[in-house]
């Protein structure tokens, strides 16, 4: 029982620590350009919204593995914190307001660099792979990008700008 009880701390912990990562990455942001997001109450209200969806995606994620339907069983923590969010914001206006008050590009500081920690450990796996496979990755990124650049240049030929 207290094993179970340490991980649900020690995954408080991590989403608190993430937390205080947008805090500080919006802050910053804030020093560098003072007409971005200012932080104020309703921030704060943002980031705690943003740690329950979290830690209660977490929390039914963990119960679900229980179920005998693999579906559920499999089913990504990710997606359990998008339906939780979903639900919550569906039932107040509120929640949508407090998590508007986060600047988007904050929270996207601290996941990225979580992505990057995580694939870390794969650098050896990547090793072992073909050199061909960078050649397929340099087309792709190039693909996306100017396919991007089109989309976007299309999009102002239309809206005539």
Same mark, same amino acid.
């Given at each position: 029982?207290?094993?179970?009880?340490?991980?649900?701390?020690?995954?408080?912990?991590?989403?608190?620590?993430?937390?205080?990562?947008?805090?500080?990455?919006?802050?910053?942001?804030?020093?560098?350009?003072?007409? #971005?997001?200012?932080?104020?109450?309703?921030?704060?209200?943002?980031?705690?919204?943003?740690?329950?969806?979290?830690?209660?995606?977490?929390?039914?994620?963990?119960? !679900? $593995?229980?179920?005998? !339907? #693999?579906?559920? $069983? *499999?089913?990504?923590?990710?997606?359990? /914190?998008?339906?939780?969010?979903?639900?919550?914001?569906?039932?107040?206006?509120?929640?949508?307001?407090?998590?508007?008050?986060?600047?988007?590009?904050?929270?996207?500081?601290?996941?990225?660099?979580?992505?990057?920690?995580? !694939?870390?450990?794969?650098? /050896? *796996?990547?090793?072992?792979? #073909?050199?061909? !496979?960078?050649?397929?990755?340099?087309?792709?990124?190039?693909?996306?990008?100017? @396919? #991007?650049?089109?989309?976007?240049?299309? @999009?102002?030929? /239309?809206?005539?700008?």
């Amino acid at each position: 029982m207290a094993a179970g009880l340490n991980k649900y701390v020690k995954f408080g912990l991590i989403l608190l620590l993430s937390i205080g990562l947008i805090l500080f990455t919006q802050q910053i942001k804030l020093i560098k350009n003072p007409d #971005s997001t200012p932080i104020s109450v309703m921030t704060i209200y943002g980031l705690i919204v943003l740690w329950m969806f979290s830690f209660i995606g977490i929390l039914i994620s963990d119960l !679900v $593995k229980k179920v005998p !339907v #693999s579906f559920v $069983k *499999d089913f990504p923590v990710l997606g359990w /914190v998008a339906i939780t969010s979903l639900i919550f914001c569906s039932i107040s206006d509120w929640f949508i307001k407090a998590i508007g008050a986060v600047d988007f590009l904050s929270i996207t500081t601290p996941i990225l660099a979580f992505a990057g920690i995580s !694939v870390v450990d794969q650098l /050896v *796996d990547l090793r072992k792979t #073909s050199w061909k !496979v960078a050649i397929v990755a340099v087309f792709v990124f190039t693909g996306t990008y100017i @396919g #991007s650049a089109l989309l976007a240049q299309f @999009g102002l030929f /239309v809206s005539g700008k």
